[in-house]
């Protein structure tokens, strides 16, 4: 960039379509008005002499994460640190109204700062589907250009289809198509293989070498649920049982605090949308308990009315169905509970045709659960 001295990246349209002039001049306009570390950013749009648009974005200096894995799996810490960031990237762009379609390592770049420490760029969302949120505030600033809407045909998937699920193209695009198709971009990050093509197994059994923890698994495979009302709800669930799953398994032994002054966070066992769940040790009665703590970000008074209204309603209660609760407290700024720890699967393992309860065991747990 002559005018401003400094390398920029340009990216030129090929392709005299209608659809795909519209698709590159929107990618333009998403890039130029989202401004967010994890996705690059667009410092000029136009079109060339001879009439195909282009757009100017900043130069990163690294490779796509499709040339990085190519080279073999990568560390599953680095899998999760990078997996934050784009997780964190894509809920910006939820929040704005955008789902991404075509989440994939060829279209996220790894990067190198002036630490030296590598980071997770968003580089391409030329397939993104652009909902009303975004829409809307841009058509109460300029003038809508027709047509001010457009509806993409259903029946066939935009993307790139090892990395879809399976109700692509089938239904309008929703955040949980992007929940899939990140967990199928890391997936193959920890194993070089696709989900499709090791039927979704944990990582280590895929990747006999790998030291990656069995909650990172548990945690892709929620993500790479095929229905989408079983997946895991939001890139923001992905996002926090990643970060929650690095602050269980630290890469120093050293660095490894009691929680609370007592717990040893050893996995984590589920993620809500206001709290983790981790199996800990109680170092100080030497036994296992579940520990259910409220999210990092500043919770909204809602969800911390509800986490101690819980944390009330089961230290009232005795019943061998309910999990007694041992104690309730706060880390640092973290409120968290502790209740006794139950062994077992949650029940939404066993609702699938292939794997459910026999009519004898559905009624015992009914049983169970009306007492």
């Not at 970060?243 to 966070?265: K, N, T």
Request: hydrophobic share 40%; glycine share 8%.
């Amino acid at each position: 960039d002559l005018t401003r001295k400094c390398p920029v990246a340009i990216k030129i349209l090929r392709s005299r379509r209608p659809e795909a002039t519209r698709r590159f001049r929107m990618e333009g306009i998403i890039l130029s008005n989202l401004q967010h570390p994890g996705i690059v950013r667009a410092v000029d749009v136009g079109e060339t002499p001879d009439g195909p648009p282009y757009m100017a974005l900043e130069y990163l200096d690294g490779e796509p994460l499709s040339v990085r894995v190519a080279r073999g799996p990568l560390p599953w810490r680095d899998v999760a640190t990078f997996g934050i960031q784009v997780a964190g990237a894509v809920h910006e762009l939820h929040a704005a109204g955008i789902i991404h379609r075509d989440l994939k390592p060829a279209n996220i770049m790894l990067t190198t700062g002036a630490t030296g420490l590598s980071a997770a760029k968003l580089i391409d969302l030329g397939l993104a589907r652009v909902g009303a949120p975004f829409l809307d505030v841009q058509d109460a600033l300029f003038t809508p250009d027709p047509p001010e809407r457009h509806q993409t045909q259903l029946g066939y998937p935009i993307g790139t289809p090892p990395y879809l699920p399976p109700e692509a193209g089938q239904c309008p695009a929703e955040p949980r198509l992007d929940v899939y198709s990140l967990g199928a971009t890391l997936y193959q990050l920890c194993t070089q293989l696709l989900p499709q093509d090791t039927d979704g197994r944990p990582i280590r059994e895929v990747c006999p070498g790998s030291d990656a923890p069995d909650d990172l698994s548990r945690l892709l495979q929620a993500a790479l649920a095929p229905d989408p009302s079983e997946r895991l709800a939001s890139v923001d669930h992905l996002q926090r049982g990643l970060e929650a799953i690095l602050a269980a398994h630290p890469r120093a032994v050293g660095a490894r605090q009691l929680f609370g002054g007592s717990y040893d966070l050893l996995e984590v066992l589920g993620v809500g949308a206001s709290a983790v769940v981790f199996r800990a040790s109680d170092r100080r009665l030497s036994r296992e308990v579940a520990v259910k703590v409220l999210r990092d970000a500043e919770p909204s008074e809602d969800d911390a009315i509800r986490f101690r209204r819980a944390a009330k309603v089961l230290s009232a209660l005795r019943h061998p169905n309910i999990p007694r609760i041992l104690h309730f407290g706060i880390h640092g700024k973290q409120t968290f509970a502790v209740t006794e720890l139950c062994p077992g699967a949650p029940a939404t393992n066993f609702v699938r045709p292939d794997h459910h309860l026999r009519p004898d065991e559905t009624i015992a747990v009914g049983l169970q659960l009306a007492g």
